[in-house]
């Protein structure tokens, strides 16, 4: 509708309708607004004499010409950031903020603004703030919204101040950006990111015109972690690639500041599944840590605890295991056994042992760093919970769901009580105790949880934000496991759209949204969809992760899944038969997934006739279902069920 391009603003209607009423049809007004819309708003065809009655963008006029040099400058500088949420508290933070631009004349154009709207020497004035806001409320060009305690400019007022503001427009961006920068602090209580979350739609603003390098580089780190706690993973890259260059030809290589910002890159490009780059990076910066600070100072434990991160990623389990060993072994003798950093490291080596499959020996180390951190940190500390919560993924791995839920609730309870109910770790706490939910069969508990936890994520961090997406995803699969496979599959399809857009067409989660509409059209009886999907998931994540990366690996699982319901059992056995012997390979003879590829090719041999190949896998299957994850757990009761099934019939069962 035209009002709502015109945002509703009378003056603005009134003026579209004299136009109209003289030259055009209502159609051709709005094609011509549309491209036009400068023009059209200067246009001075509307009923009356009176300057105030002249066209929309001349009545604005009279009213800047009438504002104070404060005032006029706040609503230059306001044209650069998003039309709404602008707040004090941005100019206060970046006022009393320690650091400087390292550009002087910079600095001098940052101080000069902020001594404008309250800055001084010894601090803040609200008072001053307050009369250049009144000032401008005075003329209507701006208003206050009480509730979130922030200023909005009403879009045409801000488009037009945008377009009719005097100076150096690029250097205006520069400095807005820089002030945005200056506002952040590197302290990460549940306030600080919930106010660096309000200033990503002005952090975009800002930059819409700038190129990375025209940001100055103590600032430039500011703006990346605005961008990358919003999953802006491109836009983090782009800030991080130039500081790094810079750092390189300014410092040299092998300088600190040069070795930090190429470990950021390699954070980033992780995040972004680009695991290659990210480990040719890291490599390099282990090696000249090793080399300028020696094998044990924490720069090189740190960088050499995230490459065995990056070799997780890649499913490379042994080479990650083989250096968080060293790290831990270096900690404890550097920093002692009761160390946060040897605690981490701790957790680290945890992680990856759950990941082998090696579930035992994660729960003792688990147990152990959990007991230590309620020692040194206490029982509410974020890395307490932390604690708490790999401990319960364990748990769950182990098919101890009861256990894994008792933790679950009280992490969820304690983290409402000591981070917020909307902090990004409680949601992901819901999320994590919806799952628990959902692996018992408590399908309606796990939808609801998990219904909270999406609109959570939408308010607070965005409908594109990867949290957010993960979150409809897991919804996704509790509506296909309660049979609601339309609701499952329309899900399905918009992660997928949106996972394309956000992180491309390779991304490591892309490829898994992919994976997952096509098990729901398998579900749905849709072989053909499904495997017209599973292939290209198949092909790319060979390209991108490798032949032996397990989510490649899965993907052929899965592909044999879908050749068994279309009877193409020798396609399946030749799947199968691969997919075992990989799985052996990379993860080893007793991980729970390669039990599972077992028996699922016991079933193919089955279906084939083939009864004695069939049996001697499900019997081996059994025993070690047993021997690695006791009789009690899920997969072992599916096992013995499944013997019972095959071969009870044929008297044959043995005592199984």
Request: aromatic content about 6%.
């Amino acid at each position: 509708m035209m009002i709502q391009d015109l945002h509703y603003f009378a003056l603005a209607i009134a003026q579209a309708g004299a136009f109209i009423h003289c030259h055009s049809s209502l159609n051709k007004y709005r094609d011509l607004y549309r491209g036009e819309r400068d023009n059209l708003l200067q246009n001075k065809e509307i009923q009356g004499q009176d300057p105030y009655e002249w066209a929309v963008y001349s009545t604005w006029k009279l009213s800047y010409e009438k504002l104070n040099e404060s005032a006029r400058l706040f609503l230059q500088i306001c044209s650069f950031l998003h039309h709404e949420g602008i707040s004090e508290d941005m100019f206060k933070k970046a006022a009393m903020s320690q650091r400087q631009p390292e550009d002087s004349e910079l600095q001098g154009e940052v101080s000069k603004l902020l001594n404008r709207l309250g800055k001084q020497d010894s601090g803040w004035s609200s008072w001053t703030f307050l009369e250049v806001m009144k000032h401008l409320g005075s003329h209507s060009l701006i208003e206050y919204d009480d509730q979130n305690d922030t200023y909005s400019i009403h879009p045409l007022v801000h488009h037009w101040s945008h377009t009719t503001m005097e100076g150096n427009r690029h250097d205006t961006q520069k400095l807005i950006a820089t002030i945005i920068g200056l506002s952040v602090s590197w302290s990460f209580t549940d306030e600080d990111y919930k106010y660096r979350r309000t200033l990503l739609k002005h952090t975009i603003a800002s930059m819409a015109s700038l190129k990375p390098e025209d940001i100055d580089l103590s600032i430039a780190a500011y703006i990346v972690c605005i961008y990358f706690e919003q999953g802006h993973w491109k836009e983090a890259e782009a800030l991080e690639v130039v500081v790094m260059e810079k750092r390189k030809q300014v410092l040299g290589d092998d300088h600190p500041d040069a070795l930090a910002a190429m470990g950021n890159l390699a954070d980033t490009y992780s995040m972004q599944g680009r695991w290659k780059e990210a480990e040719a990076l890291q490599v390099v910066v282990m090696e000249k840590w090793k080399l300028t600070l020696g094998d044990d100072r924490n720069e090189t434990l740190m960088s050499m605890a995230n490459l065995a991160s990056i070799y997780s990623g890649q499913g490379r389990l042994k080479d990650a295991e083989a250096l968080q060993v060293v790290v831990l072994e270096k900690r404890k003798r550097v920093l002692g056994d009761d160390h946060p950093g040897t605690l981490t490291s701790m957790a680290n080596l945890a992680c990856t042992y759950r990941d082998q499959g090696r579930l035992n020996d994660a729960e003792a180390l688990e147990v152990v760093v959990l007991e230590k951190r309620k020692r040194v940190l206490g029982d509410d500390h974020p890395g307490t919970l932390a604690s708490m919560t790999n401990l319960a993924c364990t748990y769950s791995g182990q098919g101890r769901l009861k256990d894994a839920e008792a933790l679950e609730v009280v992490v969820l309870e304690k983290r409402k009580r000591v981070q917020g109910d909307d902090h990004p770790e409680t949601l992901t706490s819901m999320a994590n105790l919806a799952c628990t939910y959902r692996d018992q069969g408590q399908l309606k508990d796990a939808e609801v949880l998990e219904v909270v936890v999406l609109e959570k994520r939408k308010r607070v961090l965005g409908d594109d934000h990867p949290d957010t997406i993960m979150s409809m995803a897991n919804l996704a699969c509790t509506y296909s496991g309660q049979g609601q496979m339309k609701d499952a599959e329309a899900l399905e399809v918009v992660v997928l759209e949106k996972r394309k857009r956000v992180l491309g067409d390779d991304h490591p989660e892309t490829l898994k949204s992919m994976a997952n509409l096509a098990c729901t059209y398998r579900d749905q009886g849709r072989l053909n969809n499904a495997e017209a999907l599973e292939v290209v998931v198949l092909e790319k994540r060979k390209r991108v992760l490798g032949d032996d990366h397990p989510d490649t690996i899965t993907s052929m699982a899965n592909l044999a899944s879908t050749y068994s319901g279309q009877g193409r059992l020798k396609d399946v056995e030749a799947l199968e038969v691969v997919v075992l012997e990989k799985r052996k390979q990379v993860l080893g003879d007793d991980h729970p997934q390669t039990l599972k590829s077992k028996a699922n090719l016991a079933s193919t041999y089955f279906n084939q006739g083939r009864l004695d190949d069939a049996e001697a896998l499900d019997v081996e299957v059994l025993e070690k279902s047993r021997r690695v994850l006791g009789d009690d757990h899920p997969h072992t009761l599916i096992a013995k069920e499944n013997y019972a099934d095959r071969y009870g019939e044929l008297d044959r069962c043995g005592g199984a």
